[in-house]
Protein backbone atom coordinates (compact mmCIF):
# COMPACT_ATOMS: atom_id res chain seq x y z
CA UNK A 1 0.00 0.00 0.00
CA UNK A 2 2.95 2.65 1.06
CA UNK A 3 4.64 1.24 -2.14
CA UNK A 4 1.89 2.35 -4.09
CA UNK A 5 1.50 5.79 -2.56
CA UNK A 6 5.57 6.64 -2.80
CA UNK A 7 4.87 5.49 -6.36
CA UNK A 8 2.04 7.80 -7.36
CA UNK A 9 3.36 10.54 -5.77
CA UNK A 10 7.26 10.29 -7.25
CA UNK A 11 8.26 13.26 -9.45
CA UNK A 12 8.53 11.10 -12.38
CA UNK A 13 4.95 11.07 -12.71
CA UNK A 14 4.43 14.34 -11.49
CA UNK A 15 6.64 16.10 -13.38
CA UNK A 16 6.26 14.66 -16.83
CA UNK A 17 4.24 16.89 -19.22
CA UNK A 18 2.96 13.64 -21.33
CA UNK A 19 1.51 11.82 -18.04
CA UNK A 20 0.02 14.91 -16.51
CA UNK A 21 -1.79 15.41 -19.99
CA UNK A 22 -3.29 11.91 -20.17
CA UNK A 23 -3.83 12.05 -16.15
CA UNK A 24 -6.14 14.70 -17.39
CA UNK A 25 -7.74 13.18 -20.12
CA UNK A 26 -8.86 10.78 -17.97
CA UNK A 27 -9.94 13.63 -15.27
CA UNK A 28 -12.15 15.00 -17.81
CA UNK A 29 -13.69 11.49 -19.37
CA UNK A 30 -14.78 10.74 -15.94
CA UNK A 31 -16.21 13.93 -15.29
CA UNK A 32 -13.81 14.03 -11.77
CA UNK A 33 -12.73 17.61 -10.80
CA UNK A 34 -8.84 18.83 -12.42
CA UNK A 35 -7.56 18.55 -8.42
CA UNK A 36 -3.73 17.58 -7.66
CA UNK A 37 -2.96 15.19 -5.32
CA UNK A 38 -2.05 16.65 -1.73
CA UNK A 39 1.29 15.53 -0.28
CA UNK A 40 1.25 14.71 3.40
CA UNK A 41 3.92 15.84 5.65
CA UNK A 42 5.19 13.59 8.40
CA UNK A 43 5.08 16.36 11.19
CA UNK A 44 2.12 17.85 10.05
CA UNK A 45 -1.18 15.45 11.13
CA UNK A 46 -3.14 18.20 9.35
CA UNK A 47 -2.12 16.85 6.07
CA UNK A 48 -3.19 13.79 6.78
CA UNK A 49 -6.97 13.93 5.97
CA UNK A 50 -6.93 16.42 3.11
CA UNK A 51 -4.73 14.02 1.13
CA UNK A 52 -6.93 10.91 2.13
CA UNK A 53 -9.82 12.71 0.54
CA UNK A 54 -8.54 13.63 -2.18
CA UNK A 55 -7.18 10.61 -3.09
CA UNK A 56 -10.56 8.83 -2.96
CA UNK A 57 -11.70 11.83 -5.17
CA UNK A 58 -9.48 11.24 -7.89
CA UNK A 59 -9.32 7.23 -7.26
CA UNK A 60 -11.19 6.41 -10.47
CA UNK A 61 -8.98 8.59 -12.34
CA UNK A 62 -5.98 6.65 -10.98
CA UNK A 63 -7.00 3.38 -11.72
CA UNK A 64 -7.69 4.06 -15.75
CA UNK A 65 -4.65 6.33 -15.57
CA UNK A 66 -2.29 3.78 -14.60
CA UNK A 67 -4.07 1.02 -16.52
CA UNK A 68 -3.24 2.99 -19.57
CA UNK A 69 0.14 3.67 -18.47
CA UNK A 70 0.96 -0.36 -17.92
CA UNK A 71 -1.20 -1.22 -21.58
CA UNK A 72 0.31 1.36 -23.68
CA UNK A 73 3.93 2.40 -22.19
CA UNK A 74 4.44 -1.20 -20.58
CA UNK A 75 6.01 -0.02 -17.33
CA UNK A 76 6.55 -1.86 -14.42
CA UNK A 77 6.38 0.36 -11.21
CA UNK A 78 3.28 1.44 -13.01
CA UNK A 79 2.17 -2.42 -13.65
CA UNK A 80 3.01 -2.70 -9.00
CA UNK A 81 0.85 0.63 -8.64
CA UNK A 82 -1.74 -0.44 -10.62
CA UNK A 83 -2.30 -4.07 -8.80
CA UNK A 84 -2.49 -1.84 -5.36
CA UNK A 85 -5.03 0.67 -7.12
CA UNK A 86 -7.42 -1.90 -8.30
CA UNK A 87 -7.16 -4.26 -5.54
CA UNK A 88 -10.41 -3.75 -3.60
CA UNK A 89 -8.72 -3.42 0.22
CA UNK A 90 -7.10 0.01 -0.88
CA UNK A 91 -10.63 1.82 -1.44
CA UNK A 92 -11.34 0.39 1.95
CA UNK A 93 -8.30 1.31 3.59
CA UNK A 94 -8.70 4.92 2.34
CA UNK A 95 -12.44 5.16 3.43
CA UNK A 96 -11.37 3.80 6.73
CA UNK A 97 -8.03 6.70 7.13
CA UNK A 98 -11.13 8.95 5.67
CA UNK A 99 -13.26 7.99 8.94
CA UNK A 100 -10.74 7.61 11.66
CA UNK A 101 -8.32 10.73 11.08
CA UNK A 102 -11.45 13.01 11.34
CA UNK A 103 -11.43 12.36 14.89
CA UNK A 104 -8.00 13.03 15.14
CA UNK A 105 -8.08 15.94 12.72
CA UNK A 106 -10.44 18.07 15.18
CA UNK A 107 -8.24 17.62 18.53
CA UNK A 108 -5.69 18.30 16.22
CA UNK A 109 -6.70 21.93 14.72
CA UNK A 110 -8.39 22.28 18.08
CA UNK A 111 -4.80 22.15 19.51
CA UNK A 112 -2.74 24.21 16.80
CA UNK A 113 -5.13 27.64 17.00
CA UNK A 114 -4.73 30.62 18.27
CA UNK A 115 -6.41 30.51 21.68
CA UNK A 116 -6.91 26.58 22.31
CA UNK A 117 -9.63 25.96 24.98
CA UNK A 118 -7.92 23.90 27.15
CA UNK A 119 -10.95 23.50 29.33
CA UNK A 120 -12.62 22.03 26.21
CA UNK A 121 -9.82 19.42 25.38
CA UNK A 122 -9.30 16.70 27.80
CA UNK A 123 -13.50 15.71 27.33
CA UNK A 124 -12.63 15.95 23.32
CA UNK A 125 -9.94 13.58 23.80
CA UNK A 126 -11.41 11.14 26.43
CA UNK A 127 -15.36 11.03 23.98
CA UNK A 128 -12.49 10.50 20.88
CA UNK A 129 -11.08 7.52 22.72
CA UNK A 130 -14.33 6.29 24.25
CA UNK A 131 -15.78 6.33 20.39
CA UNK A 132 -12.72 4.73 18.64
CA UNK A 133 -13.44 1.92 21.79
CA UNK A 134 -17.09 1.68 20.49
CA UNK A 135 -15.96 0.63 17.52
CA UNK A 136 -14.04 -2.99 18.64
CA UNK A 137 -14.68 -3.23 22.57
CA UNK A 138 -17.81 -5.21 23.65
CA UNK A 139 -20.49 -2.98 24.39
CA UNK A 140 -20.98 -3.84 28.29
CA UNK A 141 -17.45 -3.42 28.97
CA UNK A 142 -18.29 0.45 27.85
CA UNK A 143 -21.53 0.81 30.67
CA UNK A 144 -21.78 0.32 34.18
CA UNK A 145 -22.94 -2.99 35.58
CA UNK A 146 -26.15 -2.71 37.40
CA UNK A 147 -24.52 -3.99 40.72
CA UNK A 148 -21.46 -1.03 40.20
CA UNK A 149 -24.82 1.74 39.34
CA UNK A 150 -25.95 0.89 42.92
CA UNK A 151 -22.47 0.66 44.77
CA UNK A 152 -21.69 3.85 43.42
CA UNK A 153 -21.66 7.59 43.68
CA UNK A 154 -20.32 9.75 41.30
CA UNK A 155 -21.50 7.59 38.51
CA UNK A 156 -19.87 9.91 35.22
CA UNK A 157 -16.43 9.45 37.29
CA UNK A 158 -17.01 6.14 37.91
CA UNK A 159 -17.76 4.97 34.35
CA UNK A 160 -14.76 7.31 33.01
CA UNK A 161 -12.44 5.61 35.14
CA UNK A 162 -13.09 2.12 34.20
CA UNK A 163 -13.17 3.01 30.55
CA UNK A 164 -9.54 4.56 31.14
CA UNK A 165 -8.45 1.51 32.99
CA UNK A 166 -9.98 -0.79 30.07
CA UNK A 167 -6.91 -3.23 28.73
CA UNK A 168 -8.29 -2.49 25.47
CA UNK A 169 -5.76 -5.04 23.87
CA UNK A 170 -7.45 -8.12 26.03
CA UNK A 171 -9.01 -9.93 22.79
CA UNK A 172 -11.17 -11.17 25.10
CA UNK A 173 -12.57 -7.53 25.30
CA UNK A 174 -13.28 -7.17 21.63
CA UNK A 175 -16.11 -8.10 19.45
CA UNK A 176 -16.01 -10.30 16.98
CA UNK A 177 -14.56 -9.08 13.32
CA UNK A 178 -17.79 -9.03 11.92
CA UNK A 179 -18.84 -6.71 14.03
CA UNK A 180 -15.70 -4.34 14.08
CA UNK A 181 -17.11 -0.46 12.93
CA UNK A 182 -14.94 0.85 10.31
CA UNK A 183 -17.32 3.58 9.53
CA UNK A 184 -20.38 3.92 7.47
CA UNK A 185 -18.52 4.36 3.69
CA UNK A 186 -16.56 0.96 4.82
CA UNK A 187 -19.55 -1.11 5.74
CA UNK A 188 -21.21 0.23 2.07
CA UNK A 189 -18.18 -0.62 0.02
CA UNK A 190 -18.57 -4.23 1.70
CA UNK A 191 -22.10 -4.69 1.42
CA UNK A 192 -21.65 -3.95 -2.63
CA UNK A 193 -18.69 -5.93 -3.16
CA UNK A 194 -20.39 -9.42 -1.27
CA UNK A 195 -23.40 -8.12 -3.20
CA UNK A 196 -21.77 -8.27 -6.03
CA UNK A 197 -20.30 -11.58 -5.20
CA UNK A 198 -22.96 -13.04 -4.51
CA UNK A 199 -24.76 -12.28 -8.16
CA UNK A 200 -21.88 -13.19 -10.11
Not at 152 to 164: F, G, M, V
Request: charged share 25%; net charge positive; with cysteine.
Amino acid sequence: MRQAFQHTYSPGYKRSPKRLGDYKEFQSFLDIKPHKLLHTAQTRWLSLLPAVKRLLEQLPALKLYFQNAVLNDKLLAAQIIHVKWMDPSTELYLNFLNYVLLYFHDINKEMQSESPKLYLLYERIFTTYKTILECFIKPELLQLTEDEKNSRKDLNLDLENKILNLEYENKQHHVSIEEIYLGGNVISLLLKQYLGMKWK
